[in-house]
């Protein structure tokens, strides 16, 4: 069992939370997490490259010069891959990386990566992050009277709220997610994660529904 401290958007403590990571997580199978963030990397390759064949490449096809005689090796086109200027001998075209592991495992995958954080002590729970208005500031101001503003960091809200979004979209190394977007990938990039009373509760509610 781990006793999270609770902060205001002051940074003062206002209570803890009691969560049991392994109610997230049974245990963390590292190699299900390898599998599942290498996946995430592979979707994310774009995968529009393109070299030319030899058919491809502009030249004559004509033999460049007699087949004996000249003391050199055999040579016919110039457009031949071993030549300088000719086409690329194993052609590279357009492919997908795409590929898609058990939606099951990617869902444990998740809850594993959430219980990696907590076990860690790389997790900062806040009470709530409304806003009102969309104001970078804001945002910047509670990371840094938490502790947080220095390397990279996940706010993770219970519900789509875009004023957070808004106000944090600009600020290096910070990404904002609701529970319901998030993945292994997302979760284990950052350095820590920020997530609120209402999104930890979310998170534990869906983790015991599974």
Same mark, same amino acid.
Do not use: W
């Given at each position: 069992? @781990?006793?999270?401290? =609770?902060?205001?958007?002051?940074?003062?403590?206002?209570?803890?939370?009691?969560?049991? &990571?392994?109610?997230?997580?049974?245990?963390?199978?590292?190699?299900?997490?390898?599998?599942?963030?290498?996946?995430?990397? @592979?979707?994310? %390759?774009?995968?529009?490259?393109?070299?030319?064949?030899?058919?491809?490449?502009?030249?004559?096809?004509?033999?460049?010069?007699?087949?004996?005689?000249?003391?050199?090796?055999?040579?016919?086109? %110039? %457009?031949?891959? =071993?030549?300088?200027?000719?086409?690329?001998?194993?052609?590279?075209?357009? %492919?997908?990386?795409?590929?898609?592991? &058990?939606?099951?495992?990617?869902?444990?995958? $998740?809850?594993?990566?959430?219980?990696?954080? *907590?076990?860690?002590?790389? *997790?900062?729970?806040?009470?709530?992050?409304?806003?009102? @208005?969309?104001?970078? +500031?804001? =945002?910047?101001? /509670?990371?840094?009277?938490?502790?947080?503003?220095?390397?990279?960091?996940?706010?993770? $809200?219970? +519900?789509?709220?875009?004023?957070?979004?808004?106000?944090?979209?600009?600020?290096?190394?910070?990404? /904002?997610? &609701?529970?319901?977007?998030?993945?292994?990938?997302?979760?284990?990039?950052?350095?820590?994660?920020? =997530?609120?009373? @209402?999104?930890?509760?979310?998170?534990?509610?869906?983790?015991?529904?599974?």
């Amino acid at each position: 069992m @781990a006793t999270l401290t =609770v902060y205001d958007k002051s940074g003062s403590e206002v209570g803890s939370y009691d969560v049991d &990571p392994a109610s997230i997580a049974a245990n963390i199978n590292k190699q299900l997490l390898h599998d599942v963030v290498i996946m995430y990397q @592979a979707n994310d %390759r774009q995968g529009s490259f393109g070299t030319k064949s030899r058919g491809m490449v502009q030249g004559s096809g004509r033999k460049m010069y007699r087949q004996k005689g000249t003391g050199n090796a055999r040579a016919g086109s %110039r %457009r031949s891959g =071993v030549r300088r200027g000719g086409g690329h001998i194993h052609k590279k075209q357009d %492919r997908s990386f795409y590929y898609r592991l &058990p939606a099951k495992a990617i869902r444990a995958a $998740t809850r594993m990566a959430i219980a990696s954080k *907590i076990q860690d002590e790389q *997790i900062t729970v806040i009470d709530e992050l409304a806003m009102d @208005a969309p104001k970078t +500031q804001d =945002v910047i101001g /509670v990371l840094k009277s938490l502790g947080i503003d220095n390397g990279t960091t996940l706010i993770t $809200t219970d +519900q789509l709220d875009r004023n957070v979004y808004k106000s944090a979209r600009n600020i290096s190394g910070v990404t /904002v997610s &609701p529970v319901s977007d998030l993945n292994a990938l997302s979760v284990l990039s950052p350095d820590r994660l920020l =997530v609120t009373k @209402a999104a930890l509760d979310a998170i534990v509610e869906n983790a015991s529904a599974s």
